[in-house]
Nanobody, 118 residues
């Protein structure tokens, strides 16, 4: 069983920055993908960024050049550095881990609110 806890959300003005953290506990197998999702009011949850155990990253077009996903295995933590924030980035942000042991396992954090004011 894996537990994920997000932190770092808050209120920021447009153009500002935030760094989200996701701390993991429990066993995570070596083959895994870490992802950040977000969900704005009235909209579907969308993938923001992902990073594989091999360090390959991908980003939604809307955040390319502004957001950076990273991981620190020594701290069992993943991060999302968000720069040049826009009001449309306002959402609840969720971390997710998909890890392959005997079979695929998928875990979610509780979410952290990011609000960007104009």
């Amino acid at each position: 069983q894996v537990q994920l806890v997000e932190s770092g959300g808050g209120l920021v003005q447009a153009g500002g920055s935030l760094r989200l953290s996701c701390a993991a506990s429990g066993r995570i197998f070596s083959f895994n993908v870490l992802r950040w999702y977000r969900q704005a009011p009235g909209k579907q949850r969308e993938l923001v960024a992902g990073i594989t155990s091999g360090g390959i990253t991908n980003y939604a077009d809307s955040v390319k050049g502004r957001f950076t996903i990273s991981r620190d295995n020594t701290k069992n933590t993943m991060y999302l550095q968000m720069n040049s924030l826009k009001p449309e980035d306002t959402a609840v942000y969720y971390c997710n881990i998909a890890t392959m042991g005997p079979r695929l396992e998928n875990y979610w954090g509780q979410g952290t609110q990011v609000t960007v004011s104009s």
